[in-house]
């Protein structure tokens, strides 16, 4: 527990009116999209950077942890207040400070929500690609905490490819201007990108600079289904192999498609295998003729049905659909487990093979889906975490996969990060001089461990 | 100088034919492409990662210097061993081990020439399109310390944002191996890009990941002239404001043009104020549209001359006349001095004029040329570095020049980063937190400061 004195000093720090410590707000801070909860002391909702710093410094002074939260849309425990402390909102700070035309850039302040900034782009001609499921909900501080991906990474890449420069506040109140605000930059050892991705634990991020880009003129999906996952998974990699880059590929499995079929109401073929999403974009005349190839590709490995979209709205409907899978099956398995693991792209159908066997060797249901073009696979464990019969099961079959991940020449997160989910395997993946690195960059950072504490970093012992 | 047991000792590790103490050999590795010398006591030639790690254990459990190096091609001073020690040279390790065609990946030993790699790729269909100048000679490994640019940054990006993995050495020998294959990855901090740019201080890269794309079918190029350097700038601009990306947008003046024109004969205008280099590149029909709305642009700002290439030889032609720009000037000035600011692409109309006062303001001869596209101008300073009548002129132009970067929001170094050059004025750029948290990094990775020990960061109480 925090004393009342400090919270009278945090109420000076940020106004009384913007710091709570009433149960029914707390409770609203003490989850994020997973299933895993922490009650906070007190949620602090800082206007300007000068008032992260000085709640900052007074957490610091105090030794009471601060985590910091845009959302709350994480996927990997990252917002949760797990043991305890201050929750430090970045949703007052949601203002877009200069979409630059001249040098293609936007600066924001980091409790932006992301799909307001892509909207600001797309208003100039401009395009701002990473855009995660959540994008009407998340905000760019967590896109850049987590190294957000989204639909269009397999050819636009994920958020730490856009971003250019940073302010951060580190835990002592010290505010840090990382990189650039041009395209280039060599000097010194590069912040801006060893922050992004450090979900919360090194620095509190309370401003960004975006490099934007033209936004492509048009676009066209084609929606394939297949017999089976395997043979989708299969076109998938025949596509990559042909050296043909989609804006957008993504794998949809029977289960998820029907959750959504169910959802929306899109009019998905329910008894496909699976189904692939494949978006083409650039100049029209492009457009249509990579198109031809690709669908080509897809017919050729066996495709049991096409259709296609090829005006905005039609492309934005496929994308809702694609963005309502999660959702739909949180709807249907509300205590479901999501995983995130990437594997190279030429190994999607072992892996989906094997997934296949996982579950059935563990009974668990399983449904796959994601970006596909990217290998990055969303293995959904479609029963109740908190059953305590079931979730010794539910932990083996995760272990299974993430070994699966791991033994394919993947890695454990694609997009979703370390969090809570997978903090205790981090070492799998990191090597125990790795590990050793990364604790002395935290160390380095936030010598006193009251940044977003017990995220990422496996307590030492525990490895 | 290195005890003779020492020397005895890493002719063991490397064995005695790839260990030199030869002052020929020394003199050979003194130097890379700036004009700054220092003697190293020994060169080693490893062969393999953990030849690499038997090494570094040496020198750091003796207290030596290790200077890693590529082709010693760097602009900055980056690989020359000016407090003697061990030049640690990775020109053994040169192999290609694999390009993975189903994956888009390439892994590549440190001393592969890049050029090697990017032509490996084309014969797979695929590009690899990070191209410093140097490509031909300079190595992968050394493109990675320094986070090396090029030609096709404007539209492709630079080396970070091909580089997926490494396999590192710690100067305890510990060897690191970070990042991933797949295409995304967000587990822990990264290191990966930590790494990269940190100039041979944090670690020795011994081997690469690279993500492949495939090759762009066409291209073309557009040589416009302009009576003034301002003009041109002005149409560099005017291309960004339109939402154009080129794959390569390059500006060269008229000092740099007759230089080049009286080495190569390509046929450039001599005439000219500048001249711009303007690159579409894509399916071929969307390259003749790209490349129609360009030329109206470049013609709107006052182009006084067009020419145009569309065959690969006449681009290629073109790319060379460029890349020899550096030397065409290094030959006519062998002792000027070569800058690499970047600003925001808005001011490089304002960055011509204000340079060219710099040059007049301080009787000094200027030319220059780059990526103008990134906003990234290489300005150089054509006169005597070792003239001491003329040295302080010099210095006080480049300090003059760095701080107009700052001023118009850029930086000090686009892509050649801060080894001897810039450390002096690091600090004016990061500023002083975030030249601890650079300090704690390097403590980290090299607690006895024997790797590339002086570059990058300035020596306590020099700032």
Known sequence: MI??????????????????????????????????????????????????????????????????????????????????????SLAR????????????VCRAEAGTVTGVIASAAVAQGLYYPPDPSSINFCTIGGNVAHNAGGLHALKYGVTKNYLLGLTAVLPGGEVLKTGVRTMKGVVGYDLTKLICGSEGTLAVVTEVTLKLIPHPPHRAVAVASYPTAKAAGEAVSAIIA????????????????????????????????????????????????????????????????????????????????????????????PRRISEDITVPRARIPDALERIGDIGRKHAIPTAVFGHAGDGNLHVNLLAD??????????????????????????????????GLAKKSCLGWEIGADGMRILREIKKTFDPNNILNPGKILPEIGSE
């Open 242 to 333: 042909a050296r043909i880059l989609p804006a957008m590929l993504e794998f949809i499995d029977n289960t998820s498609l029907r959750c959504v079929e169910d959802y929306l109401k899109v009019g998905f073929p329910i008894d496909a295998g699976a189904l692939l999403l494949v978006e083409i974009d650039g100049r029209p005349e492009s457009v249509r003729a990579e198109l031809d190839t690709a669908v080509e590709i897809l017919k050729k490995n066996g495709a049991t049905s096409l259709s296609f979209a090829d005006d905005p709205v039609g492309c934005e409907r496929l994308w809702e659909a694609r963005r309502a899978v999660a959702p739909s099956l949180g709807k249907a398995s």
């Open 3 to 88: 004393e009342r004195a400090l919270i009278s000093e945090f109420k000076k720090a940020v106004g009384a009116e913007h710091c709570t410590t009433d149960p029914a707000d707390l409770a609203l801070y003490a989850y994020d999209a997973t299933t895993v909860e922490g009650n906070p002391d007190c949620v602090v909702f800082p206007a300007t950077t000068d008032e992260v710093a000085a709640a900052l410094r007074l957490a610091n002074d105090a030794r009471v942890p601060v985590v910091p939260r845009g959302a709350g849309t994480g996927l990997s425990g990252g917002a949760v207040p797990v043991k305890g402390g201050i929750v430090l």
């Open 385 to 418: 975490q908190r059953d305590l019969a079931i979730r010794p099961r539910m932990q083996a079959a995760i272990e299974d996969i993430l070994r699966l991940a791991l033994d394919l020449g993947g890695t454990l997160s694609g997009e979703h990060g370390v």
């Open 93 to 104: 700070m949601n203002k877009i400070i200069e979409i630059d035309r001249a040098n293609l």
